[in-house]
């Protein structure tokens, strides 16, 4: 394929700005190519449209993933080799979520109202899934602050850690599986930001759209950074472990090294989303 060889592992590591315009392309293409296959019944495309984002993005963090397996850099980071050996990588797929967020929450704007809504029907369902499954800790949140704070920490850290255990396991069986889920949660993401966006400047005429996204975005940033930063070092670890497997590493004396790297991830993944789950709860912050 062509879109996914653009950019190089090594260039991408040097200029992450460049994977973010490349995801962006990624869902313009898959934005055309679904309403294209649709022909007018857009009715279950918000799907169709996401397997298309993670399609080329597939290879592409293949290529990544097989690339970073072999860094053995002494260097650290923060006192930590482990970080040094794969924040490169880390800052590359952050950069990729936020090329696909960009590219997802500009067309669900740049469509016609119709157009989007139908489009993006089943992320839109998904907001109002979780919307009603949480609305009932603020109605009580008066009564039994403490109470409700902590059972929402429990459903929001179990759901998200279902999403983890799948990231990680569709890293090891597909090795780059993992950016099926990445896409998904990038345009439910992107759809919450733009219909907080789109109600702001409803509201406020005045302002411009760019302020209603801030708004949206600064929604999600306190946990949201932390739930992403978890998936992304999952997503890593299960990828390392699938190359590593595939390129029989484990023959070779720095795979202690790799195996080490997996479990320093893992444990991070599951830390980042139980801060995450904390903050989304109230639990603090």
Same mark, same amino acid.
């Given at each position: 394929?062509?879109?996914?060889?653009?950019?190089?592992?090594?260039?991408?590591?040097?200029?992450?700005?460049?994977?973010?315009?490349?995801?962006?392309?990624?869902?313009?293409?898959?934005?055309?190519?679904?309403?294209?296959?649709?022909?007018?019944?857009?009715?279950?495309?918000?799907?169709?449209?996401?397997?298309?984002?993670?399609?080329?993005?597939?290879?592409?963090?293949?290529?990544?993933?097989?690339?970073?397996?072999?860094?053995?850099?002494?260097?650290?980071?923060?006192?930590?080799?482990?970080?040094?050996?794969?924040?490169?990588?880390?800052?590359?797929?952050?950069?990729?979520?936020?090329?696909?967020?960009? +590219?997802? =929450?500009?067309?669900? %704007?740049? @469509?016609?109202?119709?157009?989007? /809504?139908? *489009?993006?029907? $089943?992320?839109?369902?998904?907001?109002?899934?979780?919307?009603?499954?949480?609305?009932?800790?603020?109605?009580?949140?008066?009564?039994?602050?403490?109470?409700?704070?902590?059972?929402?920490?429990?459903?929001?850290?179990?759901?998200?850690?279902?999403?983890?255990?799948?990231?990680?396991?569709?890293?090891?069986?597909?090795?780059?599986?993992?950016?099926?889920?990445?896409?998904?949660?990038?345009?439910?993401?992107?759809?919450?930001? +733009?219909? =907080?966006?789109?109600? %702001?400047? @409803?509201?406020?005429?005045?302002? /411009?759209? *760019?302020?209603? $996204?801030?708004?949206?975005?600064?929604?999600?940033?306190?946990?949201?950074?932390?739930?992403?930063?978890?998936?992304?070092?999952?997503?890593?670890?299960?990828?390392?472990?699938?190359?590593?497997?595939?390129?029989?590493?484990?023959?070779?004396?720095?795979?202690?090294?790799?195996?080490?790297?997996?479990?320093?991830?893992?444990?991070?993944?599951?830390?980042?989303?139980?801060?995450?789950?904390?903050?989304?709860?109230?639990?603090? +912050?």
């Amino acid at each position: 394929m062509v879109l996914e060889s653009i950019v190089s592992p090594e260039s991408a590591q040097r200029n992450p700005l460049s994977i973010i315009f490349l995801s962006f392309i990624f869902v313009t293409v898959a934005v055309f190519a679904t309403l294209y296959l649709s022909a007018g019944n857009l009715g279950g495309a918000g799907m169709l449209l996401v397997a298309l984002v993670a399609l080329p993005s597939l290879p592409m963090m293949l290529r990544f993933f097989e690339f970073q397996v072999f860094e053995t850099s002494e260097k650290t980071v923060l006192g930590s080799h482990t970080l040094a050996r794969h924040l490169p990588l880390i800052v590359v797929m952050l950069a990729y979520f936020a090329g696909l967020v960009a +590219g997802f =929450v500009f067309w669900y %704007f740049t @469509l016609p109202s119709q157009e989007s /809504s139908q *489009l993006f029907a $089943i992320q839109l369902n998904e907001i109002n899934a979780i919307n009603a499954q949480f609305s009932g800790y603020a109605i009580n949140a008066a009564s039994s602050l403490a109470t409700d704070a902590v059972a929402a920490f429990e459903t929001i850290f179990l759901h998200n850690m279902q999403v983890l255990v799948l990231v990680v396991v569709l890293s090891i069986l597909y090795g780059a599986g993992s950016v099926f889920i990445l896409s998904w949660n990038a345009s439910v993401i992107a759809v919450f930001i +733009g219909g =907080v966006a789109k109600q %702001f400047v @409803l509201h406020a005429p005045g302002e /411009s759209i *760019l302020t209603g $996204i801030g708004i949206g975005a600064m929604g999600l940033v306190p946990h949201g950074t932390f739930e992403l930063l978890s998936y992304s070092a999952g997503a890593l670890a299960g990828g390392i472990l699938s190359s590593s497997l595939i390129k029989k590493t484990y023959l070779k004396p720095g795979f202690v090294i790799i195996v080490n790297d997996i479990a320093k991830l893992t444990a991070w993944a599951v830390i980042f989303l139980a801060i995450g789950a904390l903050l989304e709860s109230g639990a603090i +912050g």
